[in-house]
Nanobody
Framework: QVQLVESGGGLVQAGGSLRLSCAAS????????MGWFRQAPGKEREFVAA????????FYADSVKGRFTISRDNAKNTVYLQMNSLKPEDTAVYFC?????????????????WGQGTQVTVSS
């Protein structure tokens, strides 16, 4: 059974940084693309970043490009989201997701497994 567990969320002031982690278990982690999504109160879940298998291609939402960096450590079965220059509009629950294919995607419906999410709150 695939499990994804996020950590690293919290409260930070605008301009600050956080690093989210997503620990995966139950599958050969390196064979699958991973993504980060977020959902703010009253809003739909939106794409943040994704990374292909084996340290492959990365994708970012325009709203986070240049500020966030997605990376993965296949030896540790972990994917990270380094978030810098945080803004109040980045406040949301952040979810990690895994696809059953090697190619990264920004489409939430293409992801097969999801974590429970971690709250990120950015104060102004």
């Amino acid at each position: 059974q695939v499990q994804l567990v996020e950590s690293g969320g919290g409260l930070v002031q605008a301009g600050g940084s956080l690093r989210l982690s997503c620990a995966a278990s139950g599958r050969t982690f390196s064979n699958y693309a991973m993504g980060w999504f977020r959902q703010a109160p009253g809003k739909e879940r939106e794409f943040v970043a994704a990374i292909g298998w084996n340290y492959g291609r990365t994708f970012y939402a325009d709203s986070v490009k240049g500020r966030f960096t997605i990376s993965r450590d296949n030896a540790k079965n972990t994917v990270y989201l380094q978030m810098n220059s945080l803004k109040p509009e980045d406040t949301a629950v952040y979810f990690c997701a895994s696809k059953n294919t090697v190619v990264a995607s920004y489409r939430a419906h293409e992801y097969d497994y999801w974590g429970q999410g971690t709250q990120v709150t950015v104060s102004s």
